[in-house]
C-alpha cells in the first residue's frame, strides 16, 4: 500500500480558494489513480475528484465542476486539489485515496485502498 498525508485545509471565507495537497510515500504513486473525497459531520464520505495515474484523465463531483481542479506531479509522489470559489456547503474534512483498476469506480470509495488522515476545511459565509 501506499502512505498519505494531507494538508492545506483550514478556515476561509466564501469565495476564498484553498490548495490541498496529499503526499505519498511506499509504493511507486505512478502505479496509482488518485481521488479526494470529503466527508461533512454525520453524512457519509462523497467523491469530489479524481485523476489517472498519468494525469491524462480528470473526474468531478458535478457540486464542484468549474470550481475546483485535480491535479499530480509523479515526479513529486504529491496530488493536489485547488478549490476556487468554495462555498459553506463545501465544509468538511478532505481525504486523499489511492486507487487501482477501472476509472468506471474511482467516484466509489470502494476503489480505494489507502486513504489519508483527513485535513478539514471549513468555509464560513
Known amino acids: 500500500q501506499v502512505q498519505l498525508v494531507e494538508s492545506g485545509g483550514g478556515l476561509v471565507q466564501a469565495g476564498d480558494s484553498l490548495r490541498l495537497s496529499c503526499a505519498a510515500s511506499?509504493?511507486?504513486?505512478?502505479?496509482?489513480?488518485m481521488g479526494w473525497f470529503h466527508q461533512a459531520p454525520g453524512q457519509e464520505r462523497e467523491f469530489v475528484a479524481a485523476?489517472?495515474?498519468?494525469?491524462?484523465?480528470?473526474y468531478y463531483a458535478d457540486s464542484v465542476k468549474g470550481r475546483f481542479i485535480i491535479s499530480r506531479d509523479n515526479a513529486k509522489s504529491t496530488v493536489y486539489l485547488q478549490m476556487n470559489s468554495l462555498k459553506p456547503e463545501d465544509t468538511a474534512v478532505y481525504y486523499c485515496?489511492?486507487?487501482?483498476?477501472?476509472?468506471?469506480?474511482?467516484?466509489?470509495?470502494?476503489?480505494?485502498?489507502?486513504w489519508g488522515q483527513g485535513t478539514q476545511v471549513t468555509v464560513s459565509a
Open positions: 485515496a489511492a486507487a487501482r483498476g477501472p476509472a468506471t469506480a474511482w467516484r466509489l470509495p470502494s476503489a480505494y485502498h489507502s
Open positions: 511506499g509504493r511507486t504513486f505512478s502505479n496509482y489513480a
Open positions: 485523476i489517472s495515474w498519468s494525469g491524462a484523465n480528470t
